[in-house]
């Protein structure tokens, strides 16, 4: 090859690099070269069944005899016949039998909706299944000649014989059969579906790429091809086995009908893996799984170490909490995994027989099944119920309900514009959790069935709405109406002013074919401009009057629809109680820039002689793990960071304290594994009074001691519980990791709720409480702000004394969640095993056990005796051992509701 040939390469890259972003593709070499790998791979496409589109299949199926094959299959279902009777809604799964009754459009909408993806990177998935681009010779297609073998045989007789050499033909190693769960539930994926399906059948990962859906009918479970609805033609389960176990079954689905928990599902899922690898494409996080009919069954992680292996030879890693699982002959562990690009390659590593890897799963049985009932109406107050879903939904969920709340007109498309335009961090993970909250309902069902898209929601109750919108701004909530109502005046092809005049009108004045949306559009405007007040007052009023002249409006009605709830069964019940505290914020110099009132959920759990623990709720959410590798005294066992997602949990206010440690400990009666010494603290004098506040003057006025059990926030200057501080109001320390672990057992035991200590990622989680700077009060700390060495500096602060002792809980400000003492007073023992970097580490908050140092946990918030870097959120200490006990190792415990493993 010439110099100048090799010179004009990289030009032709770079101008075909160019070339593509001008098509706003916006990729980068990397991407660009990461495609033509992929295209190198490319098998050879030929045209099957599966490519032609959904009517023409429909439409062959129509000639000839089809009718008649067609009837009969229609007779072939995956259950027995049973009496019609009311389908039980399963948990996490919205019940949508009610429905509103509108004169005019019904509320369904009536035009055309834009479509953005929901499925992210597509390039990503495909590297992700990288490791399935595998290829073997194919058995029905002729071989063909081997350029290369040839030309070499050919030299080798000094070119007097020319005998061809050939070569079988290569074709993709496996096949792929995905079964699309189609439940009501399902439908808010339907776009994801949509992408999946095409990016599975253009990337040339696999052989073929055949769609089925499974959907209930009639009490009974029925298998149609493609993602049509409209299919009719019924398809028996036998139709998915292949016996030369090349082929992937990828059942999609989030795993809440019904018959994931009374026990329809296990013969399919058994026939389906007795021939081929099976797996569940779950759509929720994997923090509600233990929620959806997958909970029923023991969670377990599988690996392999030979490749196409089917469930029943994949390899259990992990102790299971239900014995009876290895004893049960007719066991079935299935592979579970999300679209999460590392979850992906996780499972496609484990299909290849990587046995390094391992990929998450349950052990499902026969029994593994619950009796269902109809679940009763719950008789919630509009306050419980948006209490209920932020305690269970993470904050980019809560944000996102907050902004829906100002959307006259909700249907899956707004809700995509909505998130898109101004909430970009958020996922269709997050959406999947509004609409199971237990706060949104369907305001009607006269749709078409086959377009997910058209269906209308509002919330379950107007007060619900109400105090959801009083939670954002009045910028954010006129910045969403705004965009809402451009969206849809340009989806009804009309100007702003005009859609606008339209809401004011009758419905009589209303063309039929838009009625449908102007209605509901105006009627729910109006509460949300009343409730903007000022201006926005005198346009309410008008579509108030308006909606009064309008037969069948819920205005001129003066009624409630039925409230028929999107349920969320909550961990356990429990009379949580609120508290009120003041957020500190503060610059890189030490000064307040910010105080903010914020108000958190407890409850209080009885120790016995007037001894109480207080657990605040921490809701779940997903946040960056680790410090960034810029951060100032960073250190390398910090990294690299990673996205975790949390689930809620319960997390004690403060670190555990002398008293709550006598009363637990004390109690010989409730010994799990050893004994404990009921006093083991070195500093047991009582504490010195509290510093006086410096110039930037945190102390709140002056409050009189609180009484035993009173859920306002403790003044800074006064004990945990109100009143002058003691001895006893010390954080516990000198107890060694098993010390702390036999604690939480005999705290479990006493109550009957699941105690422990936190994992690492629950404990940073809730530490940073929302903030990405190094302290969750800002850039830097000072002695105001918590108990640690202030006579050395971190940023530009002033110093500050060192206390050189442990000070009584509650003294200083807490974070955004509630908790007190995060950074500083005692170190923090967490239940994970020590490892000196992240590479591997759970995505789901768990503690991180495996392969990591037994002999010793990681320790999180410094303590009083450490320097300031020391006590960032992001510090993990593995300078003690589990067996270690020093006057500066503290706990605080978690608490924790149904099956963890």
């Known amino acids: 090859m010439s110099d100048a040939s090799a010179s004009v390469k990289p030009d032709r890259f770079k101008r075909l690099l160019k070339t593509l972003n001008q098509s706003e593709l916006e990729m980068t070499g990397y991407e660009l070269a990461d495609l033509c790998w992929l295209l190198l791979h490319w098998p050879q496409i030929v045209e099957t069944t599966e490519s032609k589109s959904e009517e023409e299949i429909e439409d062959g199926s129509s000639n000839g005899n089809s009718s008649s094959s067609s009837s009969e299959s229609k007779q072939k279902v995956l259950g027995k016949e049973e009496e019609k009777k009311t389908e039980p809604v399963g948990h996490l799964f919205p019940r949508q039998q009610s429905k509103d009754s509108f004169v005019g459009g019904g509320g369904s909408l009536t035009f055309p909706v834009d479509n953005p993806s929901d499925l992210g990177s597509s390039l990503s998935l495909a590297r992700a299944l990288k490791t399935l681009l595998r290829r073997v010779p194919t058995q029905d297609r002729p071989s063909i000649l081997d350029e290369v073998r040839t ?130 494409l779950q759509m929720l996080p994997e923090w509600l799984w233990l929620k959806t009919g997958l909970g029923l069954g023991a969670k377990v992680t599988l690996f392999s170490d030979e490749p196409g292996l089917t469930n029943s030879r994949l390899k259990f890693r992990d102790v299971l909490i239900w014995e009876n699982v290895f004893r049960e002959q007719n066991r079935l562990p299935i592979p579970v995994f999300t679209l999460e690009p590392f979850s992906v390659e ?67 498309p707004v809700v ?66 705004d965009r809402v109502s451009k969206y849809i005046a340009k989806q009804l092809n009309l100007e702003l002013r005009d859609f606008l005049a339209e809401l004011k009108k009758p419905s009589t004045e209303i063309g039929g074919d838009i009625q449908g949306v102007i209605r509901p559009f105006a009627e729910v405007s109006a509460r949300i401009l009343r409730n903007l007040g000022g201006n926005y007052l005198a346009i309410a009023e008008q579509l108030e009057q308006t909606a009064a002249r309008t037969p069948g409006s819920q205005t001129s009605q003066n009624t409630q629809s039925k409230k028929v709830p999107v349920s969320v069964k909550t961990l356990q019940k429990l009379e949580l109680l609120p508290f009120n505290f003041e957020v500190v914020r503060v ?122 059990g009173a859920s306002d926030s403790p003044p800074f200057e006064e004990g945990a519980r109100g009143g002058s501080p003691t001895r006893w109001d010390r954080p516990v320390e000198q107890v060694n990791w098993y010390d702390a672990v036999e604690f939480c057992a005999r705290l479990s035991k006493l109550t009957g709720r699941e105690y422990r200590l936190p994992s ?79 590479d591997g580490a759970p995505r789901d908050g768990s503690a991180w056990i495996e392969n990591g140092d037994d002999n010793c946990s990681p320790l999180r918030g410094s303590s009083w005796g450490d320097y300031p870097f020391n006590c960032r959120s992001a510090i993990r200490s593995s300078l003690y051992r589990r067996d270690d006990r020093y006057l500066n190792n503290g706990f605080r415990v978690v608490c924790v509701f149904g099956r963890t493993l």
């Not at 209490?387 to 269970?392: A, C, E, H, I, T």
């Not at 969920?397 to 909700?410: M, N």
């Open 760 to 838: 690492e990622a629950e404990w940073e989680y809730a530490c940073r409480a929302g903030t990405t700077t190094p302290f969750y009060f800002g850039e830097t700390i000072t002695g105001e702000l918590a108990n640690y060495n202030a006579s050395k500096t971190y940023a530009g602060e002033a110093k500050g004394e060192h206390r050189g002792e442990t000070t009584p809980v509650g003294q200083f400000p807490p974070n955004a969640f509630g908790l007190y003492d995060m950074h500083g007073n005692v170190w923090e023992w967490c239940a994970d095993t020590w490892h000196n970097n992240y």
């Open 416 to 481: 995509r514009l909505i998130r898109k335009e101004m909430l970009p961090e958020a996922g269709q993970v997050q959406i999947a959790e509004v609409f199971l909250g237990g706060i949104l309902r369907v305001r009607s069902l006269g749709i078409k069935e086959s377009d997910p898209d058209a269906v209308l929601y509002d919330f379950i109750n107007p007060e619900v709405r109400d105090i959801l919108q009083l939670s954002s701004t009045r910028s954010t909530t006129v910045n969403v109406f």
């Open 587 to 708: 610059n890189a110099k030490g000064e307040q820039i910010e105080k903010e009132s914020r108000e958190a959920q407890y409850f209080s759990q009885d120790l016995g002689n007037d001894i109480t623990l207080e657990m605040i709720a921490i809701p779940g959410g997903t946040f960056t793990m680790g410090s960034p590798p810029n951060e100032k005294d960073s250190y390398k066992y910090e990294h690299p960071q990673h996205q975790v997602t949390v689930p809620p949990f319960f997390m004690g206010k403060y670190p555990v304290t002398q008293a709550q440690w006598r009363a637990v400990a004390s109690r010989t009666d409730l010994k799990v594994e050893k004994d404990l010494d009921p006093d083991p603290s070195h500093f047991k004098d009582p504490p010195k009074p509290p510093l006086k506040r410096g110039a930037s003057d945190f102390k709140d006025p002056p409050k009189p001691p609180l009484k035993r």
């Open 151 to 280: 030309v070499e045989s050919f030299a080798a007789t000094d070119q007097k014989i020319l005998n061809p050499v050939f070569k079988p033909t290569l074709e993709p190693w496996l096949e792929l059969a995905l079964v699309f769960d189609r439940s009501p539930s399902m439908d808010i994926w339907h776009q994801t579906l949509t992408d999946l399906k095409t990016v599975l059948q253009h990337y040339g990962i696999f052989r073929d790429v055949q769609v089925w859906q499974l959907a209930f009918k009639e009490n009974n479970l029925f298998l149609y091809k493609g993602l049509s609805k409209t299919n009719s033609r019924v398809y028996h389960p036998k139709e998915l086995l292949n016996p030369n176990g090349r082929r992937l079954i990828v059942v999609v689905s989030d795993c809440v009908a019904s018959y994931w928990r009374d026990g329809r599902m296990f013969p399919l899922l058994k026939l389906w893996s007795q021939s081929s690898p099976l797996a569940i």
């Open 346 to 412: 996780r499972w496609s590593s484990v299909v290849v027989g990587r046995s390094d890897t391992k990929v998450a799963g349950f052990v499902l049985t026969p029994d593994t099944k619950e009796e269902l009932e109809p679940e009763a109406e719950l008789n919630l107050t509009p306050e419980e119920i948006v209490r209920r879903f932020r305690n269970n939904a993470s904050l980019l969920a809560q944000e996102l309900a907050e902004l829906l709340a100002a959307t006259p007109t909700i249907f899956l």
